[in-house]
């Protein structure tokens, strides 16, 4: 597959999926799509542990110190897989997956270069002994146990915004 | 509530469910549902047969080499900081976790869906003990509050319909009436909450189990799973011993296959792959990890001519086009697994003498055989538990002399020929002896048989 | 061409215009159609229910009876399906008999199936009137994989509607044994598939199983204007 294809793959999926999903090339587009997307008054949390992380700083006024009371956690993740429009949420470097889990809204940065063409690709990503926790997010938490009749946002977050970013925000190989 | 097996009286809670309408609105919509999203789910994978011939055989070489898959789970799992245990059977699973939980002094454990557990009546003891079990999954809490038992493996409320929840919420939780699932969601959405973030313990099944990593998969879609297993310090997972797969390089096959067969979703929104317990400098886990391989009769299975239904990956899709499940609900069939799976499950982890009723509660049509996403020969073992029915004396007395008759007359053209005279001449006597159910339902025989008429 | 003939139990004691049609369909299509007058039954009812040594005693007859080399054609999806799947394994201790079951289950064949594959009967020009919708029997479908044939005959028919049946493959309930051992659900399953026939507006329903076709005929009974049930080889002996 190439390139553009896996990107349009993934987008296609995660936004089957219902997630919203963006494509920006720098830091500034970053912030413009986080300001749009994450209301202000909403308290964020951001781990800031990546260079994306602390990029999104600007565009975050209002921060929430834990995830446990946030209305939305923005941050970077491990990967995604085009095949299916999931993002890959992993526990190594001291990331808690559970930010991703417990505000309303999770907003979720990945780089192109990280998105994997095959479910296959992920998985032999991993080494020997993976992390304690690998999570494959696809979308919004959802339900359909009542008459089964899709209701969006259960335990989970209501909502999923997939940022994928183009290029590197500091460097030009 | 039905901590006693009803499975003897099949026929009658059938017939009592036939003349339910809403239920059998609520479950024929499901099926219809289930059905035609697993059409589309599946119409666009590349090659499906090839797809499930993969999950058959990575399911048989699970099953061929058990143990040793077995072993090598509780090492790697131990070695990342799981405690393993084995039980051999329910009461050794129930009073493994009991005294987990009371060594830790736990007292609320927040639960997501396990049909393992109520195989073995977990939660009932776990109340007994003192402590207090909240399911978490929509389906589960519905039927928690409700005092009933799920009648679907995946989707456990099917048979409520949006009133009847509607009125449990607002006579359960005191909020206001309202039909609407989404807002419905919600309300538990908020009840649930509070719950999960001071629970001492989470409780968990697990979909899947990697041998070669130790890890535990779980499947899931509202979240429930993820807080379950993440959020509490002390996490408790059970699972039967033949939910292995040999390692995460094999969980892709199952990946593409189970959602669509069970939902028809092409993935669920949350794949969790959980490896032990959280490592120093880690920010994610359960502090502490015990995981409870249960038997319960799975090696006894493995060892006779009907060990193929533990290929079963729980997926649902043989109930969801079951024209006898479709009709009569999981209720019917008295036990923890429904529809055919349930038929074959129940009879050999329970035995014929409580369950004998369900071998007849098929019409042989196939349509499970179709589905099942790895290859189980369902109609086959149904046949095989009818014979190890009349071996083991299960059948009715009048039954087996009337087989015998018919073995004899079939064979004979003689007695054959004689055998239709008799019933064409005493008609009404055989009407009235059949009963108007069955005799009833059959035309008059020909007077003059086809037999007689060819030249 | 010779071909035996296997009636089957239910078209011999309840249905013989079914095996008339059958005659007259190989006569139009100068087949010689040989009826072993010893034949009685396939066994499925005692093997279906779980007592293989009475069906067994049952199938060593018919394979008597049918011994030879030429094709043998019922009218009945589940006795083919029967004989063709579930007659070696019933014979598998005893490697003559099993010889010989296997030979057996490579020559037999459904009536549609026949018709299509070894006659092209479709090409023949039957013809007839009203509408017509098909149920698509369990074992002939899902054992046999016969589900274009019928199709392909009823719609070749000039001058007859065709009208495809919502859930056409959904079982009907009868299920042989089923039918006594738990009549409840087989009646609604029954009722079922009388709603299913009624929602085409056809005037006949037809199928290529004898007992499927009883079990829904006695569902129509109920009904105010109930739909002809009609074996397709009647159906197909009256397009003549």
Known sequence: ?173 | MSDVQTSLAFRANATRALGDASLRSAMRQAADTFGTKRADAFASVADLEALRDKASALRLQVLDRLQEYEEMFASRATKAGATVHRARDASSAREIIAGILTDRGAKTVVKSKSMVSEEIHLNAHLEKAGMEVLETDLGEYIIQLVGETPSHIIVPAIHKNRQQVGRLFAEKLGVEYTEDPQVLTKIARRAIREKFLNADAGLSGANFAAAASGSLVLFTNEGNGRMVTTVPPLHIAILSLEKMIPSLADLPTFIRLLPRSATGQSITSYVSVITGTRKPGEATGAKELHIVLLDNGRTEILSGECREILKCIRCGACMNVCPVYRTVGGHSYGWTYPGPMGIVLTTLLTGMAKSHPLVDASTLCGACVEVCPVRIPLVDLFLKLRERRVREGFSKPMEKRGMRVFGKAAASPSLFSAGQFLSRTFWPLVRAFGGKDVAGRLPRPANVPFHRQVP | MRVQLFGTCLVDSFFPEVGESMLKLFRRFGVTAVFPKKQTCCGQPAFNAGYADDARAVASHFLSVFDGDDPIVTPSGSCAAMVKHRYPDLFRTDPVMHAKAERTAGRIYELSQFLVRFLRAHESGFAGKGTVTYHSSCHLARDLGVRDEPLILLQSMKGVRFVPMPDASRCCGFGGMFMAKLPEISCALADEKADSILATGADTVTGCDAGCLMNIGDAMKKRAKPVQVRHIAQVLAEGL
């Open chain 1, 1 to 173: 597959m190439t390139s553009p294809d896996l990107l349009r793959r993934f987008l296609e999926n995660a936004g089957n999926a219902a997630a919203g999903t963006h494509i920006v090339s720098d830091a500034t587009d970053l912030c413009r799509v986080l300001s749009d997307i994450v209301p202000g008054t909403d308290p964020a949390f951001c781990p800031g542990l990546t260079d994306k992380e602390k990029a999104a700083a600007p565009a975050l006024p209002c921060r929430a110190a834990d995830y446990a009371g946030a209305a939305a956690t923005v941050e970077e993740v491990y990967g995604a897989i085009a095949e299916t429009g999931s993002l890959v949420c992993v526990s190594s470097s001291g990331r808690a997956v559970q930010a991703g889990l417990l505000p309303a809204h999770h907003v979720a940065i990945v780089s192109r270069e990280r998105i994997f063409a095959t479910l296959d690709d992920c998985f032999a990503s991993f080494p020997e002994d993976p992390p304690t926790n690998i999570t494959l997010v696809t979308g919004p938490s959802r339900t359909a146990d009542i008459e089964l009749t899709l209701a969006i946002g259960v335990h989970g977050p209501e909502r999923l915004d997939i940022i994928v970013f183009l290029s590197e925000p500091c460097s030009e190989a």
